[in-house]
């Protein structure tokens, strides 16, 4: 197999007056001397200029359900293929990759893949969908974005899983290249941000609204509610009267189940009471769309009609139990059209959940 590269030319950065280099990718904005890497520890400094460490370097692939990352509006039922590399800029001490988003020993990741071979697996395979996911892309951009062009090419969509902690000008580039999102929104207050995740609220507010407003990139929202940290009925009013405000009725808000995980194990699983009643605070502050995730719970999982109430998409957990959208997107109940991104029928995907490994005539090497 192919070596990977040590450093693929990273953008985004700028020398400064004391000789240091400062990253512009996130809102961290580390300061690096000769062979430091910042905190994402994945793009470094060599020589004068930045690198990322992992392009093309892939923790794994799996195809799952498109409802797992989770997105409910974006061709439901239909396989994507994902995977992460290594590394990430938040600091989340409830992470639920920590294996990845913590990984120092790139030996784990596998051998090359180059973004031709991930878009022609995904064709081979069926998947609509190629994700980059289980660590945030952000910080691979300039891999993530030559995939997303690459899946392009062979008409298959991309998908970011992100925290949306990305500073304003790599924003631009990186969902110019995206088809749908869904951005983790861990809390609602900046002490949450900073004392759980060493970040700012404010900069991952400013990334949703600019989805809205700027793209035309389908979008959803996921907060993973953790009891005692970001789970209390202001908080959760707070947050869906925000998403009211900024974004509208029509973004999707998952509010998910958290597991004792990473640097929280002391702290209970969520429970699903807790869940429902984040449900059905958001239902009535107005945002259409509301979920559960990571529990057993059909009816949070349901897509409803915004017009008439009717159950337009049932679901099982990832499996899609009833179908009752026009080719338009529109219920079939009454006709008002369901918001995201809809095929003439379900995908047939299910909860089906398979490891991938790229073939050697798919592992080609870089361009650059
Ligand atoms: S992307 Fe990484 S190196 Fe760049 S500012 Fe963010 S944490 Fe620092």
Same mark, same amino acid.
């Given at each position: ?57 892939? *923790? ?21 293929? *994902?995977?992460?590399?290594?590394? #990430?800029?938040?600091? #989340?001490?409830?992470?639920?990759? $920590? ?75 990186? /969902? ?18 900073? *004392? ?21 990139? $389908? /979008? ?102 009833? $179908? ?9 109940? #009454?006709?008002?059209? #369901? ?9 047939? $995907? ?19």
């Amino acid at each position: 197999m192919d070596r990977p590269i040590e450093g693929f030319p990273a953008r985004y950065w700028h020398v400064l007056d004391d000789g240091r280099v400062q990253c512009d990718v996130c809102p961290r904005y580390c300061r690096l001397h000769d062979g430091q890497r910042g905190l994402c520890f994945v793009r470094a400094r060599q020589g004068g200029a930045v690198v990322l460490t992992t392009y093309g370097r892939s *923790s794994g692939f799996c195809i799952d359900p498109i409802e797992k990352k989770p997105l409910n509006h974006f061709l439901p039922g239909t396989p994507v293929l *994902s995977f992460g590399t290594a590394g #990430c800029n938040l600091t #989340c001490k409830f992470c639920q990759n $920590w294996d990845i988003s913590k990984a120092r020993e790139f030996d784990r990741l596998q051998d090359f893949a180059s973004p031709e071979a991930i878009a022609e697996a995904a064709v081979a395979r069926g998947c609509r969908s190629v994700a980059f996911t289980y660590n945030d892309p952000v910080i691979f951009l300039e891999y993530a974005v030559d995939v997303a062009q690459a899946c392009r090419e062979r008409g298959i969509r991309t998908v970011a899983v992100s925290a949306g902690y990305i500073a304003p000008e790599p924003r631009v580039e990186f /969902f110019r290249h995206m088809d749908a999102a869904n951005i983790d929104l861990k809390g609602f207050t900046d002490g949450f941000y900073k *004392s759980l995740c060493t970040g700012r609220l404010a900069a991952v507010l400013e990334t949703l609204e600019y989805l809205k407003r700027e793209t035309a990139v $389908w /979008f959803e929202i996921t907060t993973l509610l953790i009891p005692g940290a970001n789970d209390s009925p202001q908080e959760i009013e707070a947050e869906s009267r925000w998403v009211m405000d900024r974004l509208g009725p029509d973004v999707p808000l998952h509010f998910t189940a958290f597991h004792p995980d990473w640097k929280m194990m002391d702290t209970p699983p969520t429970p699903p009471a807790t869940l429902r009643m984040a449900r059905r605070i958001a239902i009535e502050a107005g945002v259409r769309h509301v979920y559960t995730g990571n529990i057993h719970d059909p009816a949070g999982q349901t897509t409803y009609c915004h017009g008439c109430g009717a159950a337009m998409i049932g679901r099982d957990g990832y499996d899609i139990t009833a $179908w009752r959208v026009s080719a338009d997107g529109g219920c079939l109940a #009454c006709g008002t059209r #369901c918001p995201g991104v809809f095929d003439a029928g379900p995908g047939r $995907w299910g909860r089906r959940r398979r490891p991938v490994t790229l073939g050697a005539d798919e592992a080609t090497p870089p361009r650059a």
